[in-house]
Protein backbone atom coordinates (compact mmCIF):
# COMPACT_ATOMS: atom_id res chain seq x y z
CA UNK A 1 0.00 0.00 0.00
CA UNK A 2 1.25 3.41 -1.01
CA UNK A 3 1.87 6.02 1.53
CA UNK A 4 -0.47 8.58 -0.44
CA UNK A 5 -3.42 5.84 0.09
CA UNK A 6 -2.70 5.36 3.85
CA UNK A 7 -2.62 8.98 4.14
CA UNK A 8 -6.15 9.40 2.24
CA UNK A 9 -7.87 6.57 4.67
CA UNK A 10 -6.75 8.17 7.72
CA UNK A 11 -7.89 11.71 6.60
CA UNK A 12 -10.90 9.60 6.06
CA UNK A 13 -11.41 7.91 9.25
CA UNK A 14 -10.77 11.53 10.88
CA UNK A 15 -13.22 12.95 9.21
CA UNK A 16 -15.65 10.41 10.41
CA UNK A 17 -14.75 10.72 13.51
CA UNK A 18 -15.03 14.17 13.20
CA UNK A 19 -18.50 14.01 12.29
CA UNK A 20 -19.32 11.23 14.51
CA UNK A 21 -18.03 13.53 17.50
CA UNK A 22 -19.88 16.61 16.25
CA UNK A 23 -23.23 14.52 16.07
CA UNK A 24 -22.91 13.30 19.19
CA UNK A 25 -22.52 16.60 20.93
CA UNK A 26 -25.48 17.60 18.99
CA UNK A 27 -27.79 15.33 20.64
CA UNK A 28 -26.10 16.16 24.24
CA UNK A 29 -26.80 19.59 23.55
CA UNK A 30 -30.54 18.66 22.00
CA UNK A 31 -30.94 16.28 25.17
CA UNK A 32 -29.74 19.81 27.58
CA UNK A 33 -32.69 21.87 25.67
CA UNK A 34 -34.97 19.46 25.97
CA UNK A 35 -34.30 19.62 29.82
CA UNK A 36 -33.93 22.87 30.28
CA UNK A 37 -37.09 23.36 28.56
CA UNK A 38 -38.81 20.72 31.15
CA UNK A 39 -37.16 22.40 33.95
CA UNK A 40 -38.53 26.38 32.64
CA UNK A 41 -41.92 24.85 31.88
CA UNK A 42 -41.94 23.87 35.27
CA UNK A 43 -40.64 26.91 36.99
CA UNK A 44 -43.26 28.86 35.33
CA UNK A 45 -45.84 26.48 36.73
CA UNK A 46 -44.29 26.80 40.39
CA UNK A 47 -44.37 30.22 40.21
CA UNK A 48 -47.59 30.30 38.90
CA UNK A 49 -49.58 28.01 41.64
CA UNK A 50 -46.98 29.97 44.73
CA UNK A 51 -48.04 33.34 43.17
CA UNK A 52 -51.86 32.34 43.12
CA UNK A 53 -51.47 29.93 46.71
CA UNK A 54 -50.02 32.83 48.45
CA UNK A 55 -52.68 35.19 47.21
CA UNK A 56 -55.63 33.27 47.82
CA UNK A 57 -55.21 31.86 50.95
CA UNK A 58 -56.13 33.94 53.09
CA UNK A 59 -59.51 33.86 51.77
CA UNK A 60 -60.01 30.78 53.49
CA UNK A 61 -60.07 32.71 56.55
CA UNK A 62 -62.28 35.50 58.15
CA UNK A 63 -62.08 37.79 60.94
CA UNK A 64 -64.71 37.64 63.56
CA UNK A 65 -65.46 40.43 66.33
CA UNK A 66 -67.22 38.54 69.30
CA UNK A 67 -70.03 41.12 71.17
CA UNK A 68 -72.10 40.03 74.05
CA UNK A 69 -75.17 41.74 72.84
CA UNK A 70 -78.87 42.32 74.72
CA UNK A 71 -81.74 42.04 72.33
CA UNK A 72 -83.92 44.43 73.91
CA UNK A 73 -87.69 44.16 73.92
CA UNK A 74 -87.89 47.88 74.23
CA UNK A 75 -85.49 48.85 71.82
CA UNK A 76 -86.59 46.40 69.59
CA UNK A 77 -90.26 47.54 70.35
CA UNK A 78 -91.39 44.03 70.49
CA UNK A 79 -93.70 42.13 72.29
CA UNK A 80 -93.85 38.79 74.31
CA UNK A 81 -94.49 36.35 71.69
CA UNK A 82 -93.78 38.91 68.23
CA UNK A 83 -94.62 37.08 64.74
CA UNK A 84 -92.60 36.76 61.81
CA UNK A 85 -93.92 39.62 60.26
CA UNK A 86 -93.84 41.54 63.51
CA UNK A 87 -89.88 41.01 63.70
CA UNK A 88 -89.25 41.63 59.66
CA UNK A 89 -91.14 45.38 60.42
CA UNK A 90 -88.55 45.80 63.26
CA UNK A 91 -86.13 48.07 63.50
CA UNK A 92 -82.55 46.31 63.59
CA UNK A 93 -80.50 48.90 61.63
CA UNK A 94 -81.19 51.67 64.75
CA UNK A 95 -80.78 48.54 67.35
CA UNK A 96 -77.52 47.52 65.90
CA UNK A 97 -76.27 50.91 66.25
CA UNK A 98 -76.99 52.23 69.39
CA UNK A 99 -75.68 48.30 70.57
CA UNK A 100 -72.42 49.24 69.04
CA UNK A 101 -72.62 52.59 70.31
CA UNK A 102 -73.44 51.67 74.05
CA UNK A 103 -70.65 49.00 73.88
CA UNK A 104 -67.77 51.59 72.54
CA UNK A 105 -68.32 54.69 74.47
CA UNK A 106 -65.17 56.55 73.21
CA UNK A 107 -66.97 56.79 69.57
CA UNK A 108 -67.91 60.39 70.19
CA UNK A 109 -68.16 62.47 67.33
CA UNK A 110 -70.74 61.76 63.78
CA UNK A 111 -67.57 60.45 61.87
CA UNK A 112 -66.42 57.96 64.62
CA UNK A 113 -69.68 56.18 65.21
CA UNK A 114 -69.70 55.91 61.37
CA UNK A 115 -65.78 54.31 61.46
CA UNK A 116 -67.25 52.08 64.04
CA UNK A 117 -70.25 50.83 62.39
CA UNK A 118 -67.93 50.32 59.68
CA UNK A 119 -65.51 47.72 61.27
CA UNK A 120 -69.01 45.21 60.98
CA UNK A 121 -70.13 43.74 57.99
CA UNK A 122 -73.11 45.93 56.73
CA UNK A 123 -75.59 42.70 56.58
CA UNK A 124 -74.74 42.62 60.50
CA UNK A 125 -78.41 44.19 61.17
CA UNK A 126 -80.00 41.70 58.60
CA UNK A 127 -77.70 38.78 60.56
CA UNK A 128 -79.40 39.70 64.00
CA UNK A 129 -83.02 39.79 62.69
CA UNK A 130 -82.59 36.28 61.00
CA UNK A 131 -81.18 35.07 64.70
CA UNK A 132 -84.71 36.43 66.13
CA UNK A 133 -86.55 34.86 63.40
CA UNK A 134 -85.28 31.58 63.88
CA UNK A 135 -85.03 31.68 68.05
CA UNK A 136 -87.57 34.06 69.15
CA UNK A 137 -86.51 32.83 72.49
CA UNK A 138 -83.41 34.84 72.77
CA UNK A 139 -85.19 38.05 72.94
CA UNK A 140 -84.85 39.87 76.19
CA UNK A 141 -81.78 37.75 76.79
CA UNK A 142 -77.68 38.38 76.32
CA UNK A 143 -76.32 36.89 73.53
CA UNK A 144 -72.31 36.69 72.91
CA UNK A 145 -72.43 36.80 68.59
CA UNK A 146 -69.71 36.53 66.64
CA UNK A 147 -70.01 39.68 64.06
CA UNK A 148 -68.14 39.21 61.02
CA UNK A 149 -65.86 42.05 60.44
CA UNK A 150 -65.76 44.31 57.36
CA UNK A 151 -63.51 43.19 54.35
CA UNK A 152 -60.87 46.36 55.44
CA UNK A 153 -61.00 44.93 59.35
CA UNK A 154 -60.32 41.35 57.59
CA UNK A 155 -57.63 42.39 56.04
CA UNK A 156 -55.90 44.68 57.76
CA UNK A 157 -56.03 42.42 60.98
CA UNK A 158 -54.91 38.82 58.70
CA UNK A 159 -52.18 40.60 56.55
CA UNK A 160 -50.92 43.87 58.71
CA UNK A 161 -51.69 44.10 62.45
CA UNK A 162 -49.05 42.91 65.08
CA UNK A 163 -46.28 42.66 61.89
CA UNK A 164 -43.19 44.81 61.62
CA UNK A 165 -44.03 45.99 58.22
CA UNK A 166 -42.28 48.75 55.69
CA UNK A 167 -44.87 51.65 54.71
CA UNK A 168 -45.17 50.60 51.42
CA UNK A 169 -45.98 46.36 52.52
CA UNK A 170 -48.04 47.69 55.37
CA UNK A 171 -52.01 47.14 54.15
CA UNK A 172 -54.32 49.13 56.25
CA UNK A 173 -57.70 51.71 55.17
CA UNK A 174 -58.79 51.95 58.46
CA UNK A 175 -58.18 54.85 60.13
CA UNK A 176 -56.67 55.70 64.22
CA UNK A 177 -60.10 55.24 65.68
CA UNK A 178 -60.45 52.41 63.75
CA UNK A 179 -56.86 50.89 64.67
CA UNK A 180 -57.28 51.60 68.50
CA UNK A 181 -60.48 49.96 68.74
CA UNK A 182 -58.41 46.94 66.97
CA UNK A 183 -56.42 47.14 69.77
CA UNK A 184 -58.68 46.69 72.89
CA UNK A 185 -60.61 44.16 71.11
CA UNK A 186 -57.16 42.12 70.73
CA UNK A 187 -56.25 43.00 74.01
CA UNK A 188 -59.76 41.66 75.27
CA UNK A 189 -59.72 38.41 73.37
CA UNK A 190 -63.22 39.65 71.10
CA UNK A 191 -61.20 39.43 67.66
CA UNK A 192 -60.74 35.41 66.50
CA UNK A 193 -60.11 33.75 62.82
CA UNK A 194 -62.06 30.82 61.92
CA UNK A 195 -62.00 29.07 58.51
CA UNK A 196 -64.45 31.10 56.27
CA UNK A 197 -67.18 28.51 55.58
CA UNK A 198 -68.77 31.84 53.79
CA UNK A 199 -66.64 31.20 51.09
CA UNK A 200 -68.47 27.76 50.02
CA UNK A 201 -72.03 28.37 51.63
CA UNK A 202 -73.10 31.97 49.95
CA UNK A 203 -73.49 33.08 46.19
CA UNK A 204 -72.07 36.16 45.42
CA UNK A 205 -72.48 39.81 46.97
CA UNK A 206 -71.24 43.36 46.54
CA UNK A 207 -69.72 43.27 50.32
CA UNK A 208 -66.28 41.00 49.58
CA UNK A 209 -66.43 39.53 53.05
CA UNK A 210 -69.45 37.83 52.54
CA UNK A 211 -69.22 36.40 48.71
CA UNK A 212 -69.06 33.11 48.31
CA UNK A 213 -68.82 30.32 45.28
CA UNK A 214 -71.81 28.30 45.94
CA UNK A 215 -73.80 29.65 43.41
CA UNK A 216 -71.07 29.63 40.98
CA UNK A 217 -70.18 25.80 41.75
CA UNK A 218 -74.13 25.35 41.50
CA UNK A 219 -74.76 27.15 38.16
CA UNK A 220 -71.07 24.93 37.25
CA UNK A 221 -72.49 21.57 37.75
CA UNK A 222 -75.97 22.17 36.23
CA UNK A 223 -74.07 23.67 33.02
CA UNK A 224 -71.71 20.59 33.11
CA UNK A 225 -75.12 18.29 33.60
CA UNK A 226 -76.70 19.72 30.56
CA UNK A 227 -73.54 19.31 28.76
CA UNK A 228 -72.97 16.20 29.64
CA UNK A 229 -76.46 14.40 28.51
CA UNK A 230 -76.42 16.36 25.26
CA UNK A 231 -73.02 16.02 24.02
CA UNK A 232 -71.88 12.06 25.36
CA UNK A 233 -74.82 10.73 23.15
CA UNK A 234 -74.90 12.95 20.15
CA UNK A 235 -70.53 12.28 20.01
CA UNK A 236 -70.73 8.65 20.23
CA UNK A 237 -73.50 7.85 18.07
CA UNK A 238 -71.72 10.31 15.19
CA UNK A 239 -68.24 8.20 15.78
CA UNK A 240 -69.78 4.93 15.98
CA UNK A 241 -72.04 6.38 12.44
CA UNK A 242 -68.53 7.81 11.26
CA UNK A 243 -66.56 4.79 11.81
CA UNK A 244 -68.53 1.52 11.30
CA UNK A 245 -71.66 2.43 8.87
CA UNK A 246 -70.74 5.79 6.75
CA UNK A 247 -69.98 5.23 3.21
CA UNK A 248 -66.47 6.41 2.27
CA UNK A 249 -67.51 9.34 -0.02
CA UNK A 250 -66.90 12.67 -0.71
CA UNK A 251 -69.60 13.74 1.90
CA UNK A 252 -68.37 11.83 4.67
CA UNK A 253 -65.04 13.26 3.98
CA UNK A 254 -66.46 16.82 4.44
CA UNK A 255 -68.04 15.95 7.26
CA UNK A 256 -64.55 14.08 8.68
CA UNK A 257 -62.45 17.20 7.53
CA UNK A 258 -65.01 19.57 9.17
CA UNK A 259 -65.14 18.24 12.59
CA UNK A 260 -61.57 18.36 13.06
CA UNK A 261 -62.01 22.00 12.18
CA UNK A 262 -64.69 22.52 14.54
CA UNK A 263 -62.03 21.24 17.13
CA UNK A 264 -59.40 24.24 16.56
CA UNK A 265 -62.71 27.03 16.29
CA UNK A 266 -61.91 29.42 19.08
CA UNK A 267 -64.21 29.17 21.84
CA UNK A 268 -65.39 32.25 21.39
CA UNK A 269 -67.14 31.70 17.98
CA UNK A 270 -69.35 29.07 19.83
CA UNK A 271 -70.63 31.50 22.12
CA UNK A 272 -71.37 34.24 18.94
CA UNK A 273 -73.53 30.74 17.58
CA UNK A 274 -75.32 30.75 20.83
CA UNK A 275 -76.33 34.12 21.20
CA UNK A 276 -77.56 34.25 17.72
CA UNK A 277 -79.55 30.64 17.61
CA UNK A 278 -80.45 30.22 20.97
CA UNK A 279 -81.26 33.32 22.36
CA UNK A 280 -82.16 35.62 19.22
CA UNK A 281 -83.87 32.89 17.26
CA UNK A 282 -85.55 30.35 19.71
CA UNK A 283 -85.77 33.47 22.45
CA UNK A 284 -84.44 31.36 24.96
CA UNK A 285 -83.57 33.47 28.60
CA UNK A 286 -80.05 34.64 29.18
CA UNK A 287 -77.75 33.90 31.77
CA UNK A 288 -79.33 30.45 32.07
CA UNK A 289 -77.29 26.78 32.50
CA UNK A 290 -79.42 25.14 29.94
CA UNK A 291 -78.38 27.80 27.08
CA UNK A 292 -74.84 27.58 28.87
CA UNK A 293 -74.90 23.89 28.15
CA UNK A 294 -76.19 24.22 24.79
CA UNK A 295 -73.03 26.23 23.92
CA UNK A 296 -70.95 24.13 25.51
CA UNK A 297 -72.23 20.93 24.09
CA UNK A 298 -71.43 22.66 20.39
CA UNK A 299 -67.72 23.34 22.04
CA UNK A 300 -66.96 19.77 23.40
CA UNK A 301 -68.63 17.93 20.63
CA UNK A 302 -66.01 17.54 17.50
CA UNK A 303 -63.41 16.71 20.77
CA UNK A 304 -65.36 13.74 22.12
CA UNK A 305 -66.14 12.88 18.59
CA UNK A 306 -62.19 12.77 17.66
CA UNK A 307 -61.36 10.88 21.13
CA UNK A 308 -64.45 8.41 20.36
CA UNK A 309 -62.93 7.43 16.94
CA UNK A 310 -60.04 6.97 18.24
CA UNK A 311 -60.66 4.53 20.69
CA UNK A 312 -63.23 2.72 18.20
CA UNK A 313 -60.51 2.59 15.53
CA UNK A 314 -58.38 1.02 18.40
CA UNK A 315 -60.84 -2.13 18.98
CA UNK A 316 -59.22 -5.14 16.77
CA UNK A 317 -60.61 -5.86 13.58
CA UNK A 318 -60.65 -9.83 14.91
CA UNK A 319 -63.26 -8.84 16.99
CA UNK A 320 -65.62 -7.56 14.42
CA UNK A 321 -64.82 -10.28 12.24
CA UNK A 322 -65.21 -13.10 15.58
CA UNK A 323 -68.90 -11.83 16.36
CA UNK A 324 -69.83 -11.52 12.35
CA UNK A 325 -68.53 -15.11 11.95
CA UNK A 326 -70.47 -15.93 14.80
CA UNK A 327 -73.82 -14.56 13.35
CA UNK A 328 -74.11 -11.64 14.56
CA UNK A 329 -75.53 -8.65 12.67
CA UNK A 330 -73.68 -5.48 12.15
CA UNK A 331 -75.38 -3.29 15.25
CA UNK A 332 -74.91 -6.29 17.37
CA UNK A 333 -71.37 -6.75 16.79
CA UNK A 334 -70.92 -3.22 17.38
CA UNK A 335 -73.44 -2.90 20.67
CA UNK A 336 -72.61 -6.00 22.41
CA UNK A 337 -68.83 -5.91 21.53
CA UNK A 338 -67.19 -3.11 19.42
CA UNK A 339 -68.78 -0.21 22.33
CA UNK A 340 -68.18 -1.88 25.13
CA UNK A 341 -64.30 -2.22 24.33
CA UNK A 342 -64.05 1.37 23.58
CA UNK A 343 -65.66 3.03 26.03
CA UNK A 344 -62.94 3.31 27.90
CA UNK A 345 -61.64 5.86 25.46
CA UNK A 346 -64.53 7.36 25.03
CA UNK A 347 -64.96 8.26 28.77
CA UNK A 348 -61.80 9.40 28.44
CA UNK A 349 -62.11 11.77 25.76
CA UNK A 350 -65.60 12.94 27.55
CA UNK A 351 -64.03 13.55 30.73
CA UNK A 352 -61.21 16.01 29.30
CA UNK A 353 -63.89 17.41 26.87
CA UNK A 354 -66.06 18.21 30.30
CA UNK A 355 -62.59 19.62 31.47
CA UNK A 356 -62.13 21.98 28.80
CA UNK A 357 -65.80 23.09 28.99
CA UNK A 358 -65.32 23.56 33.24
CA UNK A 359 -62.79 26.14 32.20
CA UNK A 360 -64.34 28.44 29.86
CA UNK A 361 -65.33 31.70 29.69
CA UNK A 362 -65.74 33.04 26.51
CA UNK A 363 -68.85 31.72 24.78
CA UNK A 364 -70.46 32.27 28.85
CA UNK A 365 -69.63 35.67 28.36
CA UNK A 366 -71.53 35.91 24.88
CA UNK A 367 -74.76 34.37 26.39
CA UNK A 368 -75.02 36.34 29.39
CA UNK A 369 -73.97 34.65 31.71
CA UNK A 370 -71.83 37.52 33.05
CA UNK A 371 -74.55 39.05 35.20
CA UNK A 372 -74.26 39.59 39.29
CA UNK A 373 -76.33 36.42 40.41
CA UNK A 374 -76.82 36.56 44.53
CA UNK A 375 -78.96 33.45 44.55
CA UNK A 376 -77.62 29.74 44.25
CA UNK A 377 -79.83 28.61 40.99
CA UNK A 378 -82.19 25.83 41.77
CA UNK A 379 -82.74 24.06 38.11
CA UNK A 380 -81.29 24.75 34.56
CA UNK A 381 -83.47 27.16 34.05
CA UNK A 382 -82.81 29.99 36.95
CA UNK A 383 -80.49 32.77 36.43
CA UNK A 384 -77.01 31.22 37.06
CA UNK A 385 -73.14 32.17 36.77
CA UNK A 386 -70.41 29.76 36.41
CA UNK A 387 -66.82 29.11 38.10
CA UNK A 388 -64.74 30.64 35.29
CA UNK A 389 -67.08 33.71 35.28
CA UNK A 390 -67.16 34.35 38.65
CA UNK A 391 -63.81 34.49 38.60
CA UNK A 392 -63.89 37.19 35.66
CA UNK A 393 -66.07 39.47 37.79
CA UNK A 394 -64.02 39.05 40.72
CA UNK A 395 -60.80 40.14 39.18
CA UNK A 396 -62.31 43.50 37.67
CA UNK A 397 -62.91 44.63 41.64
CA UNK A 398 -60.50 46.83 43.08
CA UNK A 399 -61.52 45.83 46.65
CA UNK A 400 -58.38 43.97 48.00
CA UNK A 401 -60.86 40.79 49.63
CA UNK A 402 -61.65 40.55 46.19
CA UNK A 403 -57.78 39.92 45.15
CA UNK A 404 -57.78 37.14 47.56
CA UNK A 405 -61.71 35.79 47.07
CA UNK A 406 -60.29 35.52 43.05
CA UNK A 407 -56.91 33.67 43.66
CA UNK A 408 -58.78 31.18 46.09
CA UNK A 409 -62.00 30.60 43.25
CA UNK A 410 -59.20 29.78 41.25
CA UNK A 411 -57.46 27.38 43.29
CA UNK A 412 -60.97 25.46 43.58
CA UNK A 413 -60.96 25.30 40.07
CA UNK A 414 -57.88 23.99 39.40
CA UNK A 415 -58.65 21.25 42.09
CA UNK A 416 -61.51 20.46 40.10
CA UNK A 417 -59.92 20.28 36.93
CA UNK A 418 -56.71 18.26 38.12
CA UNK A 419 -59.22 15.41 39.63
CA UNK A 420 -61.11 15.51 36.36
CA UNK A 421 -58.04 15.23 34.35
CA UNK A 422 -56.59 12.92 36.91
CA UNK A 423 -60.03 10.52 36.65
CA UNK A 424 -59.76 10.64 32.74
CA UNK A 425 -55.93 9.48 33.39
CA UNK A 426 -56.90 6.57 35.88
CA UNK A 427 -60.44 5.54 34.30
CA UNK A 428 -57.71 4.87 31.20
CA UNK A 429 -55.50 2.70 33.14
CA UNK A 430 -58.06 0.66 34.86
CA UNK A 431 -60.21 -0.09 32.30
CA UNK A 432 -58.32 0.09 28.87
CA UNK A 433 -57.54 -3.41 27.54
CA UNK A 434 -54.43 -4.13 26.08
CA UNK A 435 -54.70 -6.07 22.40
Given at each position: ???????????????????????????????????????????????????????????????????????????????????????????????????????????????????????????????????????????????????????????????????????????????????????????????????????????????????????AIVGSILTLLVTLILSFPIAVATAIYLEEFAPKNK?????????????????????????????????????????????????????????????????????????????????????????????????????????????????????????????????????????????????????????????????????????????????????????
Open positions: MSTSTYNSGSDADQRRANRTKKRNAAEKRFQWYGRLSIAFGIACVLYLFTDIISKGIGAFTQTYINVEIEFDREMLRLGEAPTEKEIKAASFNSFFKKTLRAKFPEAQSRREKSQLYAMFSSDMPLILRNMVIEAPSILGTKQNVSMIADDDFDTFFKHTYGRDLNAEDRISRLSDFQESILGKLVDSGAVEKRFNTIFFTNADSREPELAGIRGITDFIEVNINNLAAVPSVIFGLLGLAMFINVFGLPRSIPLVGGLVLTLMTLPTIIISSRSAIKAVPPSIREAALGMGASKVQTVMHHVLPSAMPGMLTGTIIGMAQALGETAPLLMIGMVAFIVDVPGGISDPATVLPVQIFLWSDSPERAFVEKTSAAIMVLLTFLIIMNSLAVWLRKRLERRW
